[in-house]
């Protein structure tokens, strides 16, 4: 097993960290047979973001990447902009808060106060905002080998990651090619893509040339968020909303689900997707890893 | 089958409608091996979520019962406190709304204006409200047979759904002893949890000598909800959160998670447990029901 992890953690950027300390937690229960049982559980922070003086949300994290998670998330949600000029991201480990800040006020903030002199809150805006973010949205037109999406899922699959180590949590890898980049997890699904939106933000990454892959459903707030990104290409081992499909064909990102060792079934951008793997070559999933997809 | 879908009915004061026509959508798509696939996915809309003249939130759901999911949500979020009269919960299908009205203004109105005034927004305060609802939140110290959690875990397993349906969604059961009364399913795990709730507090049930069961992880806002409720026992297929460990063993609250056929963890609450089964006597789950828990 440790060659083929060695081997597994070739090309990326960031993979998953199972050994770091401060993310998993080895907790003392009874089993069904009453023997002891010790297993190892995800941790889970809460961590309050801002932009700038404005409160916008607490989110429940493992705490790995806040500041990726913060940027990710206000991008995501379309509450920075894309001219906006991020001249700061302030991480306070003690008040669990995270402080992006910009030149100026942001549209969102202006937006908001606007908003809370008449409804006096900002949840509900959330969502509507993100819809208003897709309008005019059109995904590149690449084309998607099945070769590289059954490359991507032995590997991802085979990765060492929190979900093999302690379940309970979502991975979302950020890939290009056959080759996984950079592989998030958190408890949500949600923040393990906004903190891979939040490195591609700071690092300057094209979005044009990637495929995401999901462990976690094909909702329509993932596709907003993939399609927010920028990414046409999404792919998951877990299976689709019909909304969620909606938005993919109307924004032009190619949509693969079920996908689980040679199965897959494409509900989006079929015309992109170039078959030039034989099924019958693909090796089914290990029991193990079909198994951990029940954690979701 | 159909004799065992009717058995398996039996006892259910609301059972999931797999056939209801507003709930699923038949999706036009191409399989692995470039056939043709019809396959049915779950609706999912936006409802808006209104406390008299505040907006709240908006969340994404399949449709059904938005009137339990309103009133769920605001109790367990703590902003409908035990004292507050509710006099209506008005559904607009068009609008994609609902108005859950009191007599007067809540209490959460008006920490909400004195909130407005400084951060100008309500999202942040949400999970502070819901944690500090929690306490002196002690729930009643009641036994838990083993034979009682794998009778709940074949029948609810066995039961027509959406999950087994068309997958990607939620379960939620409220059950007493081997019974299931209330099985509701949403995209989200925590609505189906706030429709139980919203179905408790429109009929005034007891919530003392009940068991949730979900198809979905013990994080944190899973144990906060179900301790909201009054419910002494969790129980879930899967895993668990460091923090909804913890949180459970705070209020007293019985949990049990990775249940899979004979199999389970029991990680708080351990001395209220009553291993009255053998698990040698229990079946293994059927792969498609292990299969099925990966679109979670």
Avoid at 173 to 182: E, F, I, N, T, Y
Avoid at 183 to 203: F, P, T
Avoid at 275 to 281: F, G, K, L, N
Wanted: hydrophobic share 40%; with cysteine.
């Amino acid at each position: 097993m440790q060659l083929a992890q060695s081997d597994d953690l070739s090309g990326y950027v960031i993979a998953p960290d199972p050994a770091a300390p401060r993310l998993t937690r080895v907790v003392e229960g009874v089993d069904h047979e009453g023997n002891p049982s010790r297993i190892s559980v995800v941790e889970e922070r809460p961590l309050t973001i801002f932009l700038n003086g404005q409160e916008i949300v607490t989110a429940m994290t493992i705490g790995d990447y806040p500041e990726y998670l913060a940027l990710g998330f206000l991008r995501n949600q379309g509450m920075l902009a894309t001219g906006e000029v991020v001249c700061g991201v302030d991480y306070d480990e003690d008040l669990e808060t995270v402080v992006v800040r910009t030149d100026g006020q942001t549209t969102y903030e202006e937006k908001l106060k606007k908003k809370t002199r008449t409804s006096g809150c900002a949840v509900g805006t959330v969502f509507g905002d993100m819809m208003e973010g897709l309008e005019g949205v059109r995904l590149p037109e690449v084309e998607v080998k099945t070769s590289d999406l059954y490359a991507l899922a032995s590997k991802i699959n085979r990765t060492p990651s929190l979900y093999l180590e302690a379940g309970a949590i979502h991975g979302t890898v950020l890939c290009q090619g056959a080759r996984p980049l950079v592989y998030m997890e958190d408890v949500g699904r949600h923040n393990a893509v906004d903190k891979i939106a939040g490195w591609m933000l700071s690092e300057g990454v094209s979005a044009g040339d990637k495929t995401l892959y999901t462990t976690g459903r094909l909702t329509s707030e993932m596709v907003i968020k993939t399609a927010m990104m920028g990414i046409p290409v999404l792919a998951s081992r877990s299976g689709f909303t019909a909304w969620g499909v909606e938005i993919a064909r109307q924004v032009g990102l190619t949509l693969i689900g079920r996908m689980r060792g040679k199965r897959f079934v494409c509900l989006a951008g079929e015309e992109r997707v170039l078959r030039d793997a034989d099924p019958a070559s693909v090796d089914e999933e290990s029991p193990k890893h079909r198994r951990k997809g029940g954690e979701a």
